[in-house]
């Protein structure tokens, strides 16, 4: 009998699955939710909202073969981003395939090892980096490719893959949703309402410096926690199976070659190349895959490669992104029916009106609560601020709360970002990790509860004390 109820326990369905599943609801609401639509208008460039437009329109009803057709053109809507991973995913396996990484980690985790001081400020610092790459220039997408080589070298030290994850993940998360110069929520958002461009910076500095460190002192105990125990990981049986061989230091000291020094020299310039071209000449998902293609196969020409064999590294390196791919293409689905069933709206205009009744406070809360639901459908800070910034903020003037409490609620919500398998990000992070969904989902909750809390404490001040400039 106990061996019966073992095998009956339940076990959490594969991450598309649980996707699929939600195109079932999102359909099913469709045919529930009335239809509405706003006007648009352009500002800027973008199609925004225009407040007071809202009307429901004849009821659209999506049929069953929306569940096929919404996946199918969630891969058009999502393609960009596909096709950055599977680039992404390829060029890294021919830098794999030159060895020099794994060659680099091991220098790197002999010299920390030596220093156990180095080695407990490596989590703190690079985090803070990260952190303020996703505050100050919106650091998001950026992040998958440095997954790659974070992964190996916590695994290296003695941690797990989740902490490797999270130094470039969670790191860049909390400063994109604590943002303080973010040009993609706070510079769009407060543009759309009017308000001085980067104004109420002291108190998004202290959200920065709140968010960041109770993020990075999640991510610390649970590394040292790992490290004393091992088995404790929700990977463990993950990271064993992966192959650690190239990765663990040796008595010998490995000598530096001029063909090492050289494909190292490439990776550091092109470092230096993708921050100049984000900073200053505002590079895009194209430019940056642009930039790690030729990285890559300079990398493998350098270090001696044939073409046919860094042709299979590549195609060995984007096989690993399909799955990712397949994800991304579902989780746009939900976007798409959502948009044909004209429900989006519809979820804007009940939300506002239920908003427009509570006190202050409160307000402010469910704004950020509608927020992350919104969330849950639009991932780009912008397309969500052109979507509600125009409503928000004449709601906001109506009920007494300031236009810069309102875009701070919108900010605020990015936190739920890391745990949501419609965003492409989050995806494509654990794919190139090779982390499950569902697995790291389990290991996140609690953190993103504790950050849901505090984003509502947060709310409270600017509410009380009326926070300007208006």
């Not at 999506?62 to 060029?91: E, H, K, S, Y």
């Not at 200053?280 to 300079?298: P, S």
Request: aromatic share 10%; with cysteine; hydrophobic share 55%.
């Amino acid at each position: 009998m106990a061996d019966a109820a073992t095998q009956r326990t339940f076990r959490m369905p594969h991450t598309l699955v649980i996707v699929a599943g939600l195109i079932v609801l999102v359909l099913v609401l469709s045919w529930v939710v009335p239809s509405g639509t706003y006007e648009r208008a352009d500002r800027d460039g973008r199609q925004v909202t225009v407040p007071g437009t809202y009307q429901q329109v004849d009821k659209v009803y999506l049929g069953p073969q929306w569940l096929m057709i919404a996946p199918i053109r969630g891969f058009l809507d999502g393609a960009l981003i596909i096709a950055f991973l599977l680039m992404i995913g390829g060029v890294f396996g021919v830098v794999q395939a030159t060895g020099t990484i794994e060659f680099a980690i091991r220098r790197i985790t002999a010299g920390l090892t030596a220093r156990p001081a180095l080695e407990r400020l490596m989590i703190p610092v690079l985090m803070i980096v990260f952190s303020l790459g996703g505050s100050v220039f919106g650091m998001a997408e950026e992040v998958i490719p440095f997954v790659l080589i974070f992964v190996p070298l916590a695994l290296s030290l003695g941690y797990d893959s989740i902490v490797g994850t999270s130094i470039p993940f969670l790191g860049a998360a909390a400063g994109f949703a604590a943002a303080f110069f973010n040009p993609f929520t706070v510079g769009v958002a407060q543009g759309l309402v009017g308000l001085p461009l980067y104004s109420g910076l002291g108190y998004r500095v202290l959200t920065w410096l709140i968010g960041t460190t109770v993020i990075i002192a999640w991510v610390m105990v649970y590394a040292a926690r790992v490290k004393r125990r091992p088995e404790l990981s929700p990977v463990y049986e993950l990271d064993r199976a992966r192959d650690l061989t190239a990765l663990r230091p040796t008595h010998e000291v490995e000598p530096w070659t001029g063909r090492r020094i050289a494909v190292i020299a490439i990776f550091l310039l092109s470092m230096v190349a993708l921050v100049w071209g984000i900073l200053d000449q505002k590079w895009f998902i194209e430019e940056i895959a642009a930039l790690f293609l030729a990285m890559g196969l300079l990398m493998g020409a350098v270090a001696g490669l044939r073409p046919s064999a860094m042709a299979s590294s590549f195609v060995s390196g984007a096989k690993d992104m399909v799955t990712v791919s397949l994800i991304i293409a579902c989780g746009r689905a939900l976007l798409i029916i959502a948009r044909e069933g004209l429900v989006l709206d519809t979820i804007l205009f009940a939300s506002s009106g239920l908003i427009g009744g509570l006190p202050g406070v409160m307000a402010a809360q469910v704004m950020f609560v509608v927020q992350s639901v919104i969330n849950f459908f639009i991932h780009s800070g912008t397309a969500q601020a052109a979507l509600t910034m125009p409503i928000m903020a004449p709601l906001a003037d109506l009920i007494g709360l300031t236009r810069q409490t309102t875009v701070y609620a919108f900010q605020l919500c990015e936190f739920i970002n890391p745990i949501l398998p419609t965003s492409a990000v989050t995806m494509g992070v654990l794919g190139m990790a090779k982390i499950p969904w569902e697995t790291w989902a389990r290991w996140f909750l609690p953190l993103m509860l504790i950050l849901v809390a505090l984003s509502l404490v947060l709310l409270v001040p600017p509410v009380i004390v009326h926070w300007g400039p208006f």
